[in-house]
């Protein structure tokens, strides 16, 4: 019985926001057999919440789904779903796109497996940041949004019993990431990318809650979350953080991150391997057990000229931001 209701479940795909230039896409989705999964609700009971999260990891995924990609210009491009559902393509474009759009459509469709049902279609959203002055680098458990990564239940009670709408970000990081966004003179438009250690199965979970705190959205770097990979959290980062500055080699970026998990210590390798290209580091503090680990690094990070400021609010990194240049107060909300 459990094969024949598991072959009449139709197959989803999903596509994640990717970032690139505009020669190169890099995009990213996932084939999955129908969870049932609602988008989160306001109103949404904890069993609402509860039954959400527990189809999220009780997907089904796909693997060997064949999927083919296209976007405004050039051939569809093909890729192959692996063991998890995933798959990653890049679509080298023949010529750039025509003035970019800040966010360039892509067309997906699932090819194989043939299905009657579901969802054989998905556009994704690509960040083509145009002329930005710099980009910002964030993590976002403990950093953006409460999740007490540093204390297994609280973790789980939150990511269990909550939803976008009931999560809750820390006090001032909206008005500061919009601020950081407009950067310099208030009129640019820097991108802002999520690296998080969060598992895949959280993507929709993580989208709909920064678009319902009005943080400025971005392409989410989420984890893949199979046991093969629990350990690989600092590699994941780091590998992440890499592949970005090596998509816009000449943009300098802003981080931010908190001393709760290894962003300190990721983000000083990020500093010595690419030298002039961290503005500053803004480290959450939400451990007190790290100071002197993290004050190590600030030390060490001050003689390379590029400061690391550690603060348990947002307030010390908003006033260094102003203070260097980085953001412009008519950019940041009233409600200060």
């Not at 109103?43 to 999260?53: E, F, H, I, Q, T």
């Not at 943080?215 to 350990?231: A, E, F, H």
């Not at 816009?248 to 983000?267: A, F, K, M, S």
């Amino acid at each position: 019985a459990m094969t024949a209701r598991r072959r009449r479940r139709h197959v989803e795909l999903h596509a994640f926001r990717g970032y690139g230039t505009p020669t190169r896409l890099l995009v990213r989705g996932r084939v999955l057999r129908a969870s049932g999964l609602t988008r989160s609700r306001l109103g949404d009971s904890v069993v609402d919440n509860l039954r959400n999260m527990f189809r999220r990891f009780e997907s089904d995924e796909v693997p060997g789904a064949l999927v083919a990609a296209r976007a405004a210009v050039g051939d569809a491009v093909r890729a192959t779903t692996d063991e998890e559902g995933y798959f990653e393509l890049v679509l080298d474009l023949p010529r750039p796109l025509e003035e970019p759009r800040v966010w360039e459509p892509v067309e997906f469709e699932l090819l194989e497996p043939a299905t009657r049902a579901g969802t054989t279609h998905a556009t994704g959203q690509v960040l083509v940041p145009r002329d930005p002055q710099y980009a910002v680098i964030s993590d976002l458990d403990d950093t953006v949004l409460h999740s007490h990564a540093t204390s297994l239940w609280q973790m789980a009670k939150l990511t269990l019993l909550h939803n976008a709408h009931t999560r809750l970000p820390f006090e001032g990081v909206a008005g500061f990431y919009q601020a950081l966004q407009r950067g310099r003179d208030g009129e640019a438009y820097n991108p802002v990318f999520y690296v998080s250690n969060s598992p895949w199965n959280l993507y929709d979970l993580l989208e709909d809650f920064l678009d319902v705190h009005g943080i400025p959205r971005g392409p989410l770097l989420l984890r893949d979350w199979s046991l093969r990979t629990l350990k690989a959290g600092e590699t994941h980062k780091l590998a992440a953080i890499q592949a970005l500055l090596d998509t816009y080699p000449g943009l300098q970026v802003v981080l931010v991150g908190d001393c709760g998990e290894r962003d300190p210590e990721i983000y000083r390798q990020v500093v010595l391997g690419h030298p002039g290209r961290v503005l500053a580091v803004y480290v959450r503090d939400v451990a007190p057990g790290r100071h002197d680990a993290v004050r190590a690094i600030a030390a060490e990070l001050a003689g390379h000229g590029v400061e690391l400021v550690l603060s348990p609010d947002t307030e010390a990194a908003r006033r260094h931001a102003l203070d260097r240049g980085l953001i412009v107060a008519a950019a940041l909300p009233d409600d200060r």
